[in-house]
């Protein structure tokens, strides 16, 4: 089984484990469910903060913007950079 990427963004942390479809991944740290993070993308090193910060804000934004595409087809294409999708 291949591992995935799974974030705290409040503790900083990245760990790395099998993926498990149904399981919430919980952060050691906080006791709050992780993120997974899309298969074969790059997330930065926490330590670095700003990149960390950035590679974020545009991740969130690209889930929400899915979100509200699958809740509103006929919104309009668009391009997401990060997950090079482009949505039509
Ligand atoms: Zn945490």
Not at 51 to 63: G, H, N, R, S, T
């Amino acid at each position: 089984m291949s591992n995935r990427t799974f974030a705290c963004l409040d503790c900083r942390k990245l760990q790395r484990k099998p993926s498990q479809r149904a399981v919430a991944v919980i952060c050691p740290h906080c006791r709050q469910e992780c993120i997974v993070v899309a298969w074969k993308l790059h997330v930065p090193a926490p330590r670095k903060r700003k990149k960390w910060d950035a590679f974020w804000k545009q991740y969130l934004l690209e889930l929400r913007l899915i979100q509200q595409k699958r809740a509103n087809p006929h919104m309009g294409s668009m391009y997401l950079p990060l997950l090079n999708q482009y949505w039509v």
